[in-house]
């Protein structure tokens, strides 16, 4: 249950109205946007009198929420969320925030050169995997701590914020300490203890990448895990979905960014080189996400893609990358968005 206050509401209208909520069983989240306030409902509302808290002096009107999920939940905070990736470098503002570099880190001169690259080109944080989740255990793995180690010594060199993905609950103090937003990857969306433990013990930024073959709901309610521990800074990312298609890696779905921009405040970037598998798909997808309404993109970039360790077929050159970055700020005055 949503509760809307007037916009000349009291501090005391406030405080009435939330304890008559609380009086049904539920926690209370106050929501304070720029034209509106919002007390919203955490567990079970049925307890809570809707027909008296109605009648409340300063409330504008009650809403019931159907939807599971309530804290990613735009009836609960209307306006959207940007969060801060480190430097003020924001994911959902006006900035479509550009994430770039290899799949995997292979040595200190390939992810150093590639971070400079990117960060040449405009890029607002560098990716690269330290571990690897493959299909295959005899594919490389990452160099995992090592890996680790590497990205933090391309941070140093070029003040890019890092971005690399978590295995499991064991990484968290690690990765808290060491790296500037953690990714979950597809197959661990539904990972629910890993969920829950970043919620609790971590407050770095979470990429919460969508599942190979989930819903939208399923994927806000993974969301709701992190935020529901503590940690409400989440970004989703669509990555494509399995379909009955075998000619591209994935099918990216770019209607479910309009969806839960709809559905959610939660700021919302797509990774197309997972999404298409193919680099030569990259650019037009890359354009077609800003175009839909993403905040952001993570970009495969690799100095060189045919002797890379991992998803070479996917990574786009420096060069191409500089391209691209080039294509999207001319968009970018199209669409209200810089780079």
């Known amino acids: 249950m949503v509760v809307i206050l007037k916009r000349e509401h009291t501090q005391q209208q406030l405080e009435q109205a939330v304890r008559a909520m609380e009086a049904g069983g539920v926690k209370v989240m106050i929501s304070k946007g720029a034209e509106t306030t919002i007390l919203g409902a955490e567990g079970n509302a049925e307890g ?3 027909e008296k808290v109605a009648l409340l002096p300063g409330v504008e009107r009650v809403m019931r ?5 309530k804290k990613a939940n735009r009836k609960y ?3 959207d969320t940007a969060i801060d990736l480190g430097n003020g470098i924001l994911v959902g503002g006006q900035r479509l925030a550009v994430i770039a570099g290899p799949c995997s880190v292979e040595s200190e001169a390939q992810i150093v050169a590639v971070a400079q690259a990117v960060k040449g080109a405009g890029a607002a944080a560098l990716r690269g995997g330290a571990f690897k989740p493959r299909t295959s255990p005899y594919s490389f793995q990452g160099l995992e ?3 680790l180690e590497l990205l933090k010594e391309a941070r140093e060199a070029t003040g890019l914020p890092i971005v690399t993905e978590i295995m499991g609950t064991e990484y968290i103090d690690l990765f808290e300490a060491c790296v500037d937003v953690i990714q979950v990857g597809a197959r ?3 990972n629910f203890d890993l969920l829950k433990k970043l919620g609790r013990h971590t ?3 979470i990429l919460l990448k969508r599942g190979l073959s989930n819903t939208i709901e399923e994927w806000l309610m993974s969301a709701e895990y992190i935020m529901a521990g503590g940690n409400e800074k989440v970004i989703l990312c669509e990555r494509g979905i399995r379909t009955f298609e075998t000619y591209t890696r994935n099918t990216l779905d770019l209607s479910a960014v309009l969806a839960v921009k709809r559905l959610s405040h939660l700021p919302v970037v797509v990774d197309p080189s997972h999404a298409c598998g193919k680099a030569w798909m990259v650019e037009r997808m890359s354009l077609a996400a800003a175009a839909a309404g993403a905040d952001g993109l993570i970009v495969e970039v690799h100095n060189d893609p045919p002797h890379a360790l991992c998803d070479g077929a996917q990574s786009i050159t420096p060069e191409q990358f500089g391209t691209l970055m080039d294509k999207l700020g ?4 199209c669409i209200g968005r810089t780079v």
């Open 188 to 190: 661990n969306m539904q």
């Open 48 to 50: 809570i009198d809707q």
């Open 330 to 333: 001319a968009l970018g005055a």
């Open 145 to 147: 701590c090592q890996g």
């Open 203 to 205: 407050t770095k930024p």
């Open 65 to 69: 929420v159907t939807e599971p999920y």
């Open 77 to 79: 905070h209307p306006d």
